[in-house]
Nanobody, 124 residues
């Protein structure tokens, strides 16, 4: 079955770093965009980064520019999210999602498939 699996979340002190991974399997197409989203307690889901497997196009939210980096290993069907200088306000469940219908990298875009999420908690 088609699925996306996130991993790498955990507890980290403010100023620390984490790397999240998103592994895609069983998708019907090879060309798609991967987006990272997060949802903090009591808040709406927020798009933070995305990357196109086709041409490497990326998009970043202002809240993570200069701190978060997205990259893709197409051979492994894996997208990585490197998070540096983490802040307490980064605490959230982080999700990856794939857009196969439009293959368009936008943090405001529509995505077809979603992972179950991984918890990131940043202590002060």
């Amino acid at each position: 079955e088609a699925q996306l699996v996130e991993s790498g979340g955990g507890l980290v002190q403010a100023g620390g770093s984490l790397t999240l991974s998103c592994v895609a399997s069983g998708l019907p197409l090879d060309d798609y965009a991967i987006g990272w989203f997060r949802q903090a307690p009591g808040k709406e889901r927020e798009g933070i980064l995305c990357i196109s497997r086709t041409d490497g196009t990326t998009d970043y939210a202002d809240s993570v520019k200069g701190r978060f980096t997205i990259s893709s290993d197409n051979a492994k069907n894996t997208v990585y999210l490197r998070m540096n200088n983490l802040k307490p306000e980064d605490t959230a469940v982080y999700y990856c999602a794939a857009d196969l219908r439009y293959n368009y990298c936008s943090i405001y875009g529509w995505y077809d498939y979603w992972g179950q999420g991984t918890q990131v908690t940043v202590s002060s």
